[in-house]
């Protein structure tokens, strides 16, 4: 591949005698992987029954690689959300920042949701997960993953760090940037990004990460984690970015992490500095493990005196911002006419909504407590504690998004199916993983089943959830033995 020449430059400089070992490491093929959803099945399970080869990438406990031949986004499994495909270096970040079910935890950088799907897998569905990206394009992408994943305890925001750092001061226990950059370590993925490469994009970037790391230190409570990493060998964006933090921030400490035996230490005589704890740092090379470059830093914020306060809490008002911003948009509102047309909307379940949605619950055996649920002119929401004033902020999503009232009728969502198992329902369609069907109904095709399976299975005329091996795809609606097909047009397959 074409690397470019002052890149070239420097790495020699930098690497010395090892700098051919590095440079033949593009040579090699790149490396394939997937990461389980623990949300769905234990590792072990996940060994005893994949339906394709993979092996462990051993030094992550929930990643696997495959083969170049092996195609996992085209079996059901991917569809239902049972892993996300992800390259190995990558899923590194989030294996090693420390989370655990009930904590508040912030993903600032957080599209294509990668990294945001793993910290919502270590949830478990208690607490909550922040997720943010600048680009409201990329929010779209990074909501459907983990809408794919089942998560139903986030919020989906789409702003400045600065932004979020006004509302989330002090609130969060563990915040992960992984930052934009220069994206060295991806060069071997793509050699366009090797042709966007510029000693200036370096410098470029590294101010970025400066400003989103001082407002991500804001937003961490004390005694918090936050783990730094990026996808670029360039000193300036690693250590450099890391020593100007703690400079900057002189109550953060690195910290060491779950080691691996290929993992390389920061390298503090790169910039110039005399600060041994920047050897804390990781870094992850071509050559010498089987995934892409990338570099990680734990920090820990110590206390100073006594604990500070954090927000209060309180459940905001829930919305969907793009989807109301279209329907305004359709209409010619302008501003004042959102915020006018926003006063008017209805919050709170009508006796007719209450009715209906409880009489689908009941319908399908599903255990949903309404006090927990909020409805927003028909739509329906699981809602999510979070501080006050969090309705200032442009987001997609607060919490789960269960479905619609519509006169005499609930219409279940899609994203409440993924986030049920099988067991969670009183009946449902279950089809095994190689069942041809499977394909057609992720294409949108109506389903016709045999009256030995309808009866074998005990299933009734209404809603069903259609399962692959026991995971979730959507939903269907049986009558006799026809099934209608209710995967959401924006979900299909193309063939």
């Known amino acids: 591949m074409r690397l470019p020449i002052e890149f070239q430059d420097r790495m020699k400089r930098l690497l010395g005698e090892e700098y051919e070992a590095f440079l033949s490491g593009y040579e090699h093929t790149r490396q394939f992987g997937l990461r389980l959803n623990t949300m769905r099945m234990s590792e072990e399970e996940f060994e005893k029954i994949c339906p394709f080869p993979v092996e462990r990438i051993p030094w992550i406990r929930n990643g696997y690689s495959y083969g170049e031949g092996v195609l996992p986004a085209r079996h059901p499994w991917y569809a239902a959300g049972v892993y996300y495909l992800q390259e190995p270096s990558a899923m590194t970040p989030a294996s090693r920042l420390p989370v655990y079910p009930g904590e508040r935890v912030l993903d600032l950088c957080a599209a294509p949701g990668g990294k945001a799907t793993a910290l919502a897998a270590a949830l478990q569905g208690k607490g ?66 090797a042709d966007d490469w510029s ?12 400003i989103i790391l001082k407002s991500a230190a804001a937003m961490l409570r004390p005694g918090g984690l936050l783990l730094y990493s990026t996808c670029t060998f360039a000193p300036q964006e690693d250590e450099g970015t890391v020593q100007w933090f703690l400079e900057q921030e002189p ?20 910039i110039g500095s005399d600060r041994e704890e920047l050897k804390d740092c990781v870094r992850i090379w071509p050559h010498k493990m089987h995934g892409e470059g990338h570099f990680l830093t734990l920090f820990k914020k110590e206390s100073e005196g006594e604990l500070e306060s954090v927000p209060e809490m309180a459940i905001p008002e829930q919305q969907d911002s793009f989807r109301e911003e279209k329907k305004n948009k359709k209409k010619g509102k302008g501003k004042a006419d959102r915020k006018e047309s926003a006063g008017k909307q209805q919050i709170g379940f009508s006796k007719e909504e209450k009715a209906v949605l409880e009489t689908f619950l ?27 004033g969090v309705s200032k902020l442009r987001f997609l999503r607060n919490g789960l998004y269960l479905g619609e009232c519509k006169k005499g009728r609930f219409e279940p969502s899609q994203p409440f199916a993924l986030s049920l198992g099988e067991s969670a329902v009183r009946s449902s369609l279950r089809l095994k993983g190689e069942d041809p069907r499977l394909e057609q109904y ?37 009558a006799g033995t026809v099934l209608k097909n209710k995967y959401p047009a924006g979900w299909r397959k193309n063939s």
């Open 128 to 193: 909550v997960l922040v997720a943010n990206d600048i680009s409201a394009s990329r929010c779209k992408a990074l909501l459907r993953n983990l809408e794919l994943f089942g998560a139903d305890n986030v919020f989906v925001t789409n702003e400045t760090p600065e932004r979020l750092a006004e509302v989330f001061g002090g609130f969060f226990d563990k915040i992960l940037v992984d930052a934009p950059c220069s994206g060295e370590g991806m060069f071997r993925k793509s050699q366009e990004v």
């Open 362 to 388: 009941a319908e399908q055996g599903i255990r949903l407590e309404l006090s927990s649920l909020e409805c927003r002119n028909g739509n329906v929401y699981k809602k999510t504690e979070l501080p006050a």
């Open 199 to 210: 000693p200036e994009k370096v410098e470029y970037f590294a101010s970025q990460q400066r």
């Open 251 to 270: 109550r953060m400490r690195i910290q060491k992490m779950e080691p691996y035996q290929g993992f390389g230490q920061g390298r503090p005589d790169w």
């Open 442 to 478: 992720l294409r949108g095709e109506t389903l016709i089943l045999t009256e030995d399976e309808v009866k074998e299975q005990g299933l009734s005329n209404g809603w069903l959830l259609v399962t692959a091996d026991g995971f979730a795809l959507g939903w269907g609606k049986l």
